[in-house]
């Protein structure tokens, strides 16, 4: 029976940067997936720049980027074409990167796909169903057969499921499931683009009673139609090519593109009950499923791929116990949860089909844009509990300049756990205790002043602390902020607060 570290289960995107990261750090993985293939066929749309942040991190970036373009705007128009919303996206945003970029999935995939299998420590394992999970104190045996019904036997530490909503490893984890009773059904069209039309809207909500339409840039040569299924209308009606076509035809015609893709698709709102029983995990769709008014669920599986990442890579190592797990899912839950139920928010100030609520709606949101009221900005929640002390938001990426060398931070600084300061005096008063139980994890140290050899070339970093207090933040390996601290007193708590966070339970029962 072959082993390995982690086995995850479905290589969809977050499986592929789950196995990539893991891969990374020197862990053995295995990747199972019931699919012969790439599925090649788009569903996600776009990523933001926490996502590319990510694909940075992988050294992927410039390569996903051919596949994808930056999204300056996003607007919701009425039936008769009236702008209700108008959002513009920041470039660059937080991370260091442009805020959206619509996406060709296929082109993702294939370049997470390359990079996966390029790795000499990650085997990825096509057309294997996973039947069984059975588990014990020192890991877990998979179970199942291969394309040709072989029998495959695989032992792991660990297992990710990321087979989504329907797969194995839910079923497993969790039976149940929190249903949020919003779910709708869209007829959702993919076209390759033969030429450029003008005017042809990049992103569009049409919140037309009659017709909810949306209208999306799949990356630079696709587009991508989703309309709402009509009362009565079946999926054999709705996705015949001349009932397709029609629909379209306001926009395009078949001299401008070729279709590609037509499915029905049923959105749903579901998040497990548990994403955790003992060594398996749930990660994604496995986990939480959302509707796309947001954009959110292929960003949110990302997410959850980092946040399990370096905590099974702290486990794997022995620089954590295996408690550290139990962290993941309160600080992903709630901010899934707060994406799913804004998504629901916008499914149905869109989806009205009762023309008085529709046109109350219109005669609001009209209302607010003459009297110049922005809309309002979706700001995701700081991280709270799990391993989080005091701060809990997402650590900016801004340039540095070192030397003659003008970069990104995490181009500079590195990957992992790093304690970032504007006073070069904090590190040095730190005790060697302290400074040694930092650097058994691996932990950097980045002093942004020209005495550390580091320049907040653009101010970001100056503004940061400034706005939030403190002149020093530990910085976890996903980049949300364990703490901040102002003294070297207060530097030396928090780093005696992780220490003990990350300690294994048997340390602490010898201690």
Same mark, same amino acid.
């Given at each position: 029976?072959?082993?390995?570290?982690?086995?995850?289960?479905?290589?969809?995107?977050?499986?592929?940067?789950?196995? !990539?990261? $893991?891969?990374?750090?020197?862990?053995?993985?295995?990747? #199972?997936?019931?699919?012969?293939?790439?599925?090649?066929?788009?569903?996600?749309?776009?990523? =933001?720049?926490?996502?590319?942040?990510?694909?940075?991190?992988?050294? #992927?970036?410039?390569?996903?980027?051919?596949?994808?373009?930056?999204?300056?705007?996003?607007?919701?128009?009425?039936?008769?074409?009236?702008?209700?919303?108008?959002?513009?996206?920041?470039?660059?945003?937080?991370?260091?990167?442009?805020?959206?970029?619509?996406?060709?999935?296929?082109?993702?995939?294939?370049? $997470?796909?390359?990079? =996966?299998?390029?790795?000499?420590?990650?085997?990825?394992?096509?057309?294997?169903?996973?039947?069984?999970?059975?588990?014990?104190?020192?890991?877990?045996?998979?179970?199942?057969?291969?394309?040709?019904?072989?029998?495959?036997?695989?032992? !792991?530490?660990?297992?990710?499921?990321?087979?989504?909503?329907?797969?194995?490893?839910?079923?497993?984890? %969790?039976?149940?499931?929190?249903?949020?009773?919003?779910?709708?059904?869209?007829?959702?069209?993919?076209?390759?683009?033969?030429?450029?039309?003008?005017?042809?809207? %990049?992103?569009?909500?049409?919140?037309?009673?009659?017709?909810?339409? %949306?209208?999306?840039?799949?990356?630079?040569?696709?587009?991508?139609?989703?309309?709402?299924?009509?009362?009565?209308?079946?999926?054999?009606?709705?996705?015949?090519?001349?009932?397709?076509?029609?629909?379209?035809?306001?926009? *395009?015609?078949?001299?401008?593109?070729?279709?590609?893709?037509?499915?029905?698709?049923?959105?749903?709102?579901?998040?497990?009950?548990?994403?955790?029983?003992?060594?398996? #995990?749930?990660? +994604?769709?496995?986990?939480?499923?959302?509707?796309?008014?947001?954009?959110?669920?292929?960003?949110?599986?990302?997410?959850?791929?980092?946040?399990?990442?370096?905590?099974?890579?702290?486990?794997? @190592?022995?620089?954590? +116990?295996?408690? *550290?797990? =139990?962290?993941?899912?309160?600080?992903?839950?709630?901010?899934?949860?707060? *994406?799913?139920?804004?998504? *629901?928010?916008?499914?149905?100030?869109?989806?009205?089909?009762?023309?008085?609520?529709?046109?109350?709606?219109?005669?609001?949101?009209?209302?607010?844009?003459?009297?110049?009221?922005?809309?309002?900005?979706?700001?995701?929640?700081?991280?709270?509990?799990?391993?989080? &002390?005091?701060?809990?938001?997402?650590?900016?990426?801004?340039?540095?300049?070192?030397?003659?060398?003008?970069?990104?931070?995490?181009?500079?600084?590195?990957?992992?756990?790093?304690?970032?300061?504007?006073?070069?005096?904090?590190?040095?008063? #730190?005790?060697?205790?302290?400074?040694?139980?930092?650097?058994?994890?691996?932990?950097?140290? &980045?002093?942004?002043?020209?005495?550390?050899?580091?320049? =907040?070339?653009?101010?970001?970093?100056?503004?940061?602390?400034?706005?939030? +207090?403190?002149?020093?933040?530990?910085? @976890?390996?996903?980049?949300?902020?364990?703490?901040?601290?102002?003294?070297?007193?207060?530097?030396?708590?928090?780093?005696?607060?992780?220490?003990?966070?990350?300690?294994?339970?048997?340390?602490?029962?010898?201690?």
């Amino acid at each position: 029976m072959s082993a390995c570290d982690v086995a995850v289960v479905g290589y969809g995107p977050t499986g592929m940067v789950l196995a !990539a990261l $893991l891969g990374a750090q020197g862990h053995r993985v295995t990747v #199972l997936e019931r699919y012969t293939g790439l599925y090649n066929l788009p569903r996600a749309a776009c990523f =933001d720049d926490e996502i590319m942040r990510t694909f940075q991190k992988l050294g #992927l970036a410039e390569a996903i980027g051919r596949g994808a373009v930056v999204q300056r705007d996003y607007e919701w128009v009425n039936a008769a074409g009236e702008t209700l919303v108008e959002i513009a996206y920041a470039d660059p945003a937080p991370c260091g990167w442009a805020q959206l970029y619509m996406m060709f999935q296929p082109h993702v995939e294939d370049v $997470l796909d390359r990079h =996966d299998k390029a790795l000499p420590n990650v085997e990825v394992r096509q057309g294997v169903t996973v039947t069984e999970l059975r588990q014990d104190e020192d890991g877990v045996v998979l179970r199942g057969t291969d394309a040709a019904g072989a029998p495959v036997d695989l032992r !792991a530490r660990y297992v990710v499921g990321a087979d989504g909503g329907n797969g194995l490893t839910r079923r497993v984890v %969790s039976p149940e499931t929190e249903d949020y009773g919003f779910q709708e059904n869209w007829l959702v069209c993919d076209f390759r683009m033969s030429r450029a039309v003008p005017g042809l809207p %990049s992103f569009r909500q049409v919140c037309d009673p009659a017709q909810p339409t %949306s209208i999306v840039t799949i990356g630079p040569d696709h587009h991508r139609f989703s309309f709402m299924l009509n009362p009565g209308e079946t999926a054999e009606e709705a996705t015949r090519p001349e009932r397709v076509w029609a629909r379209v035809s306001r926009y *395009i015609t078949p001299e401008d593109a070729a279709m590609i893709r037509v499915v029905n698709y049923v959105f749903r709102s579901r998040i497990a009950a548990r994403w955790r029983l003992g060594r398996v #995990l749930l990660a +994604g769709d496995a986990a939480h499923e959302m509707p796309p008014f947001l954009a959110q669920g292929m960003c949110s599986g990302i997410r959850d791929a980092h946040n399990l990442a370096f905590k099974l890579d702290m486990v794997l @190592r022995g620089q954590a +116990g295996d408690a *550290i797990l =139990d962290t993941y899912r309160p600080e992903r839950e709630p901010h899934v949860r707060f *994406i799913t139920e804004r998504a *629901i928010e916008l499914g149905r100030v869109q989806t009205m089909r009762d023309p008085d609520a529709a046109r109350a709606r219109d005669e609001r949101l009209l209302a607010a844009r003459r009297a110049r009221q922005a809309p309002e900005k979706l700001q995701f929640p700081a991280l709270r509990g799990g391993l989080i &002390a005091n701060h809990g938001g997402l650590f900016p990426q801004g340039r540095l300049r070192h030397g003659e060398r003008t970069a990104l931070f995490d181009d500079l600084v590195g990957p992992g756990w790093c304690l970032v300061t504007l006073d070069p005096a904090l590190p040095a008063a #730190l005790l060697p205790e302290a400074r040694g139980a930092w650097d058994a994890i691996g932990g950097r140290v &980045a002093v942004l002043s020209p005495e550390g050899g580091l320049e =907040d070339a653009d101010g970001t970093y100056r503004d940061w602390f400034a706005a939030n +207090g403190g002149t020093a933040a530990v910085v @976890r390996p996903d980049w949300y902020v364990y703490g901040t601290a102002g003294t070297a007193a207060g530097l030396a708590a928090l780093l005696e607060a992780l220490g003990r966070a990350l300690r294994p339970a048997d340390a602490l029962v010898a201690s």
